[in-house]
């Protein structure tokens, strides 16, 4: 069964996300023309979903105490109902679906219970140490998250060496996804034309800002629509992480088309 990413579980661990600038409308229908030949200049890769396949994990924990609280969901309904949103307006939302406040503690034990799970169960996505082997440009990951939270969980499958000094997180700037600017200040500090970028995303949310940022953007599928993902922008979809070195290397397998279903 297709599944969506839980947007505001990029804030397992860190703080700062709490906090964050709210969501700006996405950007689907803006019209960016994708780069078709040549080789990319810099690969950004969003974290969690695309290198580490935490959200199944972390959904469930999310689901599991929304039932504790009473507030009977699936994990497929928490998919549809929290996507693409910070922890903090996760929590708004469950209070106006409960009619009470959540409790103080809650966004504390959701941490320490998602930390508790992914401790024992994360693991790097399918075929991506292979993808990093093979593709011949820099690369680097933009996300969400914080820089803790991208350390440990890149720390835990054994990628963190792969990005050292190539981490770029919410942090870092003004707004997170939709809006562009973790991916233009990706590819400032690293030196890369935007036009020149291809962006590697999984949700709708991060599909939108790779196309705000006038980059290419490659949806991986395995978990999400592809449907979604067109809608949201992205020029190529694919669903098996061994095709991306070919997508982006070979503008023919590119006209092919993905092979993702675009099922909701």
Same mark, same amino acid.
């Given at each position: ?21 709210? @969501? ?28 580490? /396949? ?14 504790? #609280? ?18 903090? &307006? ?5 209070? !106006?679906? @409960?009619? %009470?406040?959540?409790?103080? /503690? ?15 169960? @994360? ?30 969980? !890149?720390?835990?499958?054994?990628? #963190?060496? %792969?990005?050292? /000094?190539? @981490? ?6 003004? %707004?997170?996804?939709? &809006? ?11 030196? *890369? ?18 196309? *705000? ?9 395995? &978990? ?14 694919? /669903?098996?992480?061994?095709? #991306? ?20």
């Amino acid at each position: 069964m297709a599944r969506t990413r839980l947007g505001c579980f990029a804030a397992i661990i860190p703080r700062q996300y709490l906090n964050a600038a709210p @969501l700006a409308p996405g950007n689907a229908g803006t019209v960016v023309a994708a780069k078709a030949f040549g080789s990319f200049d810099l690969v950004i890769f969003d974290c969690d979903g695309v290198l580490v /396949d935490s959200e199944p994990i972390t959904s469930r924990v999310f689901a599991q105490m929304l039932n504790e #609280l009473g507030l009977a969901v699936t994990v497929n309904q928490v998919f549809e109902q929290f996507v693409g949103q910070s922890l903090a &307006h996760c929590l708004e939302r469950v209070s !106006l679906l @409960l009619k %009470r406040d959540v409790p103080a /503690d809650f966004a504390h034990r959701y941490q320490q219970r998602a930390a508790e799970a992914l401790k024992r169960e @994360l693991k790097a996505v399918p075929g991506i140490e292979g993808v990093l082997e093979t593709i011949q440009v820099p690369y680097c990951v933009a996300s969400n998250g914080s820089m803790e939270k991208m350390q440990v969980t !890149l720390g835990m499958t054994g990628l #963190l060496p %792969r990005f050292k /000094d190539r @981490l770029f997180s919410i942090s870092e700037v003004a %707004r997170g996804k939709p &809006h562009p600017d973790i991916f233009l200040y990706a590819a400032e500090k690293s030196g *890369a034309s935007p036009s020149a970028c291809a962006v590697i995303e999984d949700t709708s949310t991060g599909v939108a800002a790779g196309v *705000a940022a006038a980059m290419t953007v490659f949806g991986y599928c395995a &978990h999400t629509p592809a449907q979604r993902l067109i809608d949201a922008g992205a020029h190529y979809t694919f /669903d098996r992480m061994s095709e #991306l070195p070919g997508l982006l290397s070979d503008p023919v397998n590119r006209r092919r088309g993905g092979t993702c279903s675009t099922q909701s």
